[in-house]
């Protein structure tokens, strides 16, 4: 059987190129050269959050309409009473079967799992998805997922205002009372900040393996699916369905 749950194989059926060998003395020497650029790269990312932390807010509607698990609530109750609400926007495509489902949303939601030390700061994380709260829930409990779950579709053009509606979002709001305000927001590749499989893939010789990182000649970098130069689909799924569906796992969205 095929092992569905590994990434795609190198593009070539050579084996790829290897780091050049070289004794202990020289290899500390390396790191410790680069070890200055991350230590400056960790103390800038300290810089950012800290004029994160100085940004000015807007205030929300608390009383915007979501749909959960008892039906019609709002975004002040996601807050489950905590203080503050980091809400991620999950893309749907209505309609479409698990397969078809956005794999790069899928790979965000599947690196959120322990939510104790988000409470811990008086933080609540939740999924606001972008479709109708039946089918995508079904998708959540397919892949094994236990964070809250809403949809955002009955307020979603006042939720994501200005900005575009159906792309992958993540939003830091804060409640005073009850009153809810917006404090920041990312999209596209600022969301790996939700991420460690990326994290971890940096840390080793090969990388991600995509066709958009600057990597040596021989480098493996497998081609996505379909064509792009990302790696989060196999044989026509993300990557995570197929230990679901190995597993037995339903992934019919009724």
Avoid at 78 to 84: C, D, L, N, T
Avoid at 139 to 156: E, K, Q, T, V
Avoid at 167 to 190: A, I, K, N, P, Q
Avoid at 196 to 218: F, V
Wanted: charged share 25%; net charge negative; hydrophobic share 35%.
């Amino acid at each position: 059987m095929t092992d569905h749950a590994s990434a795609l194989p190198p593009a070539t059926d050579h084996a790829p190129a290897l780091p050049p060998v070289t004794d202990r003395a020289a290899f500390e020497a390396e790191i410790d050269k680069l070890r200055v650029r991350e230590k400056a790269h960790t103390r800038e990312g300290d810089a950012i959050a800290a004029a994160r932390r100085r940004l000015p807010m807007v205030e929300v509607d608390g009383g915007l309409e979501l749909t959960g698990p008892d039906g019609p609530t709002t975004l002040l109750d996601a807050f489950e009473g905590r203080r503050q609400l980091l809400a991620y926007y999950f893309m749907w495509h209505p309609g479409h079967p698990a397969a078809e489902q956005c794999e790069g949303c899928t790979w965000c939601a599947s690196q959120v799992r322990e939510l104790s030390y988000l409470h811990s700061r008086d933080i609540t994380y939740a999924v606001l998805c972008q479709g109708p709260y039946e089918q995508s829930r079904r998708y959540r409990d397919f892949m094994g997922w236990d964070m809250p779950w809403y949809s955002a579709l009955p307020s979603l053009e006042r939720l994501l205002v200005g900005r575009h509606v159906g792309m992958m979002h993540l939003v830091s709001y804060l409640r005073d009372g009850d009153r809810v305000f917006e404090t920041w927001w990312t999209t596209l590749r600022g969301v790996e900040q939700m991420d460690n499989s990326y994290r971890l893939m940096d840390l080793t010789a090969y990388g991600r393996q995509e066709l958009w990182e600057d990597s040596p000649e021989g480098w493996p970098q497998g081609q996505g699916e379909p064509a792009e130069d990302i790696r989060l689909r196999t044989d026509g799924r993300p990557i995570p369905h197929w230990p679901r569906l190995a597993a037995g796992h339903s992934d019919d969205l009724g």
